[in-house]
């Protein structure tokens, strides 16, 4: 899968590519619209139509501006393009490439030197919360610091803050729309009188700049020339606000993105730029990519079936991804495994990562994602135990780790004295000796190994800098990693890759264990309502197309060693126990005698989820508290009803006499396998069973309702 080296010809490039690849290169100027699921090249396809537009003469590099969604992922595009051939081109993130304008028009447009960027926004919304008198917790300040964020990137104010927040049924934490938006006002007062400003405010004020300034709009709109934007379904709209004064009406731009795989929409994204770009840039080329290269046949059967719905359509748009690749289905299916508790699941990651390891494995292709960054903790201590280096993506633990904190300080005083008559890389070995550091990586244990990586990752960044500008010294090193640090840029370090899935977006390993696979952490708890819920469902989507060859799907029962074990596999893997087994149904089969009994005895007054006691009446009914969701899967119940929509529609007779919506739960919450249990449940008598045993239990079993009754109707079309 690796690129050949430096193509030297236009031709060559597009070789590269498959047709409709080609179509998004070959064309470079012009609106572009690159519609495509997961893996199917969108990243590959702009790197190559940059490639292309520059050896073709179309473009020049340094009026080129790529747009992409991390550091991480700019630095790969980088990569990317040097591996073709292309230096030059500004690969950057919408912040990275605002704050440069921002600090490179500052004292033309405001005077003086740029503001300094506050690093956490914590501090000054606890000061703003006790000035209109309210006590905020930890968490509360981060949940106000998130919707302070999301009312800035909708481009909101304090006045339009309400109407917006409770059109899109925000929920400030603890307070009402208007208290928020007092909150809001206040914390931009006190960032005022400190001289400081945030993350968004480095957006908005190039925003504002540009708008205000026609010379300084026409001096950036001369530098850039030609735009692409990558993972552009999770633009938002201040983003967009600034994408469209760069372009200035100008048509020269190429977005890609894929819709299933929007997951950033609860911070203020939305896929409709993407899906609705078409139509605001008249005369726009859409190009659609099915072809995934990525991932066996096997991972891909789990991610299409993860967005199939229960009447087997496509969920959000997206379409059913080809692979490309060859694969023995059998050996590389992917595998589900439930533990005990949350510690057991994380050594037992460990513990088939050091298998992997052994059988050859490098590190660097394996990678462990979950939902939550607190999640991260459990394994980076079980890899720790078991001596396996790790790295951290989206954290800013790189350049805290104590060991790099002290090489960059180290470095920047050999800066100072640096008079060139060494090797960069040399030198930098060198002052890294001092720490004890050398070239041969140790033998054994997890901390002095990955103490060791830490460096070598250093030393390995010296050496691509000075492959790439021969002139570079270590100023210019320590240069780049300030740089690095200011954008959370980890460099490669050899080890397994733990991340969070928003990190993982748009990455790919050979290997992929994806932690934490219950209702609960995935969807989260606080996910609500349909949307939230689904935003949960395109995540676990994200995260099972990272995987090229292997994917380890887990989850553990309970949280902690001797806990109930309360917890289910995720709904989401519900319709897939045909290829997981199954262990993968949420409410498993061996259950329902104990819910049987349940329906039959007196109401319960402990919760059948978590085991907590049950004060409502309408909790007791349920035998459910209002945290725990319905003990039937709610897919397997509305395929029932549609099912008996079609008998009762056939036969002329209401719903009610086919079986009550009461029977309809029990059958979905006891999903029977077979003629018996199906008539021990209460409402299915003898006649009942005789009529429909085969279609209620073809429909439990996943088949498409609709097609149950045309075959049982004895319909030639089924
Ligand atoms: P994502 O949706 O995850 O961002 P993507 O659509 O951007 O994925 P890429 O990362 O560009 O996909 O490509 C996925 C993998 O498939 C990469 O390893 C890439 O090199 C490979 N690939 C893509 N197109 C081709 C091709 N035409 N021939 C060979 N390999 C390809
Ligand atoms: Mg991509």
Redesign the pocket.
């Known amino acids: 899968?690796s690129?050949p080296a430096l193509p030297q010809s236009a031709d060559q490039i597009l070789a590269?590519?498959?047709p409709e690849?080609r179509e998004v290169a070959a064309n470079p100027s012009g609106p572009m619209c690159v519609l495509?699921?997961?893996?199917?090249?969108?990243?590959?396809?702009?790197?190559h139509r940059i490639a292309y537009g520059v050896h073709s003469g179309a473009y020049v590099p340094p009026r080129v501006l790529a747009v992409t969604f991390t550091a991480r992922a700019a630095g790969e595009m980088r990569t990317r393009l040097r591996d073709l051939g292309v230096a030059g081109v500004q690969a950057r993130t919408f912040h990275s490439a605002a704050l440069r304008q921002l600090h490179y028009f500052w004292p033309q447009a405001i005077g003086g030197a740029a503001p300094e960027i506050l690093g956490h926004k914590a501090p000054a919304v606890g000061e703003a919360a006790a000035r209109v008198g309210m006590r905020l917790d930890r968490s509360e300040l981060r949940d106000v610091a998130a919707e302070i964020e999301w009312s800035k990137v909708s481009l909101l104010t304090p006045e339009t803050y309400p109407e917006a927040a409770r059109a899109a049924r925000r929920e400030p934490p603890g307070m009402d729309p208007t208290a928020m938006a007092r909150l809001i006002s206040t914390y931009e007062d006190v960032k005022g009188e400190r001289g400081v400003i945030d993350f968004e405010d480095v957006l908005l004020l190039t925003v504002g700049i540009l708008e205000e300034r026609e010379d300084i709009a026409a001096t950036v709109r001369s530098q850039y020339r030609h735009f692409v934007v990558?993972?552009y379904q999770d633009v938002n709209a201040l983003q967009q606000r600034l994408l469209d004064l760069w372009l200035g009406g100008r048509g020269d731009i190429c977005v890609?993105?894929?819709p299933a795989?929007t997951i950033y929409s609860f911070t203020g994204a939305t896929p409709e730029h993407l899906l609705r770009f078409g139509r605001t840039h008249p005369g726009a080329e859409t190009v659609r990519?099915v072809?995934?290269?990525?991932s066996t046949p096997a991972v891909l059967g789990l991610a299409n079936r993860l967005l199939t719905d229960p009447s087997g359509g496509r969920r959000h748009g997206s379409v059913e991804l080809v692979a490309?690749r060859e694969g023995d289905s059998s050996a590389s299916r992917p595998r589900l495994t439930a533990l005990d508790d949350d510690p057991a699941e994380a050594a037992w990651v460990a513990e088939r990562i050091g298998e992997l390891v052994e059988q050859g494995r490098p590190l660097r292709e394996i990678a462990v994602l979950f939902r939550t960054n607190g999640q991260s903790e459990g394994f980076e201590s079980a890899l720790t135990d078991a001596g396996i280096p790790y790295l951290v993506r989206g954290g800013e633990r790189f350049f805290s780790r104590k060991e790099v904190r002290e090489a960059v300080l180290l470095l920047r005083g050999a800066a100072r004295t640096d008079d060139g008559s060494k090797p960069l890389p040399a030198l930098v070995e060198d002052v890294l000796g001092g720490m004890g550091w050398q070239p041969e990586a140790p033998a054994g244990s997890g901390a002095v190994r990955a103490r060791w990586e830490s460096l070598k990752a250093l030393v390995d960044l010296a050496g691509r800098l000075a492959a790439n500008h021969p002139q570079a010294r270590l100023p210019e090193l320590v240069g780049e990693l300030d740089e690095r640090a200011a954008a959370q840029h980890a460099p490669d370090v050899e080890g397994v890759t733990l991340a969070s899935l928003h990190a993982a977006?748009?990455?790919?390993w050979d290997v992929v264990f994806l932690a934490g696979c219950s209702d609960g952490l995935l969807p989260i708890v606080m996910a609500e309502g349909a949307e939230e819920i689904e935003e949960e469902r395109r995540l676990m989507y994200?995260g099972v197309?990272?995987a090229?060859d292997v994917l380890h799907l887990s989850w553990s029962r309970a949280r902690t060693p001797g806990a109930r074990a309360s917890r289910r596999v995720s709904r989401f893997l519900d319709q897939t126990s045909g290829i997981l087994g199954e262990g993968a149904r949420s409410q498993p089969k061996g259950s329902r005698s104990r819910s049987r009994g349940r329906l039959k005895g007196a109401r319960p007054r402990s919760c059948k989820g978590c085991g907590s006691e049950l004060v409502t009446a309408a909790e007791r009914a349920s035998g459910r508290c209002a945290n725990c969701p319905p003990g039937y899967d709610e897919a397997t119940f509305e395929r029932l009803r549609a099912w008996r929509l079609a008998v009762s529609r056939a036969a002329s007779v209401p719903a009610f006499v086919v079986f009550t919506d009461a029977t309809l739960e029990a059958i979905a919450e006891a999903e029977p396998g077979g003629q018996r249990e199906l008539s021990a449940i209460s409402g299915v008598g003898p006649r009942k069973l005789s009529l429909y045993a085969d279609q209620v239990l073809a429909v439990v079993a996943g088949a498409d309702p609709d097609e149950v009754v045309r075959s049982a109707s004895g319909d030639p079309e089924a």
Not at 291 to 294: L, Q
Not at 505 to 508: H, I, P, V, Y
């Open positions: 899968m690129t590269a590519l498959d690849q495509a699921g997961a893996g199917t090249g969108k990243t590959r396809a702009i790197t990558d993972e890609v993105g894929d795989q990519l072809r995934n290269y990525r490309q977006k748009g990455l790919e994200v197309t990272r090229r």
